[in-house]
């Protein structure tokens, strides 16, 4: 059983950076790969980045390579969303999401699917004007 606290969101510009925080609770950080999805409003939920439990490994949606960076604190039960040169499609609901590998077989694939999520943050919203 986990929390997850988003915080970070807000407004910017076309092309400027926000970073996204997404604290845990509990002692099983360790064992959850980590990932953010992200909603715009009449749209579906779509992956946007991972990262594998010691932060070995990260996977990004296309669109954002370049951009966006996902990284990990476990000594802080925390793990981060860089947003950089951010555009207008960008705007969106951005939800921390909590992969148990302990308990689920998991992939590279399986966490690169929103779907395969278990635990679930109240989400931030991150809006960027044209």
């Known amino acids: 059983q986990v929390q997850l606290v988003e915080s970070g969101g807000g407004l910017v510009q076309a092309g400027g950076s926000l970073r996204l925080s997404c604290a845990a609770s509990?002692?099983?950080?360790?064992?959850?790969?980590m990932g953010w999805c992200r909603q715009a409003p009449g749209k579906g939920r779509e992956f946007v980045a991972a990262i594998s439990t010691g932060g070995e490994i990260t996977y990004l949606l296309d669109s954002v390579k370049g951009r966006f960076t996902i990284s990990r604190d476990n000594a802080k039960n925390t793990v981060y969303l860089q947003m950089n040169s951010l555009k207008s499609e960008d705007t969106a609901v951005y939800y921390c999401?909590?992969?148990?590998?302990?308990?689920?077989?998991?992939?590279?694939?399986?966490?690169?699917?929103?779907?395969?999520?278990?635990?679930w943050g109240q989400g931030t919203q991150v809006t960027v004007s044209s």
């Open positions: 999401a909590a992969h148990d590998t302990t308990s689920y077989y998991s992939s590279s694939r399986s966490i690169q699917s929103c779907h395969e999520y278990h635990y």
């Open positions: 509990g002692r099983a950080f360790g064992t959850y790969a």
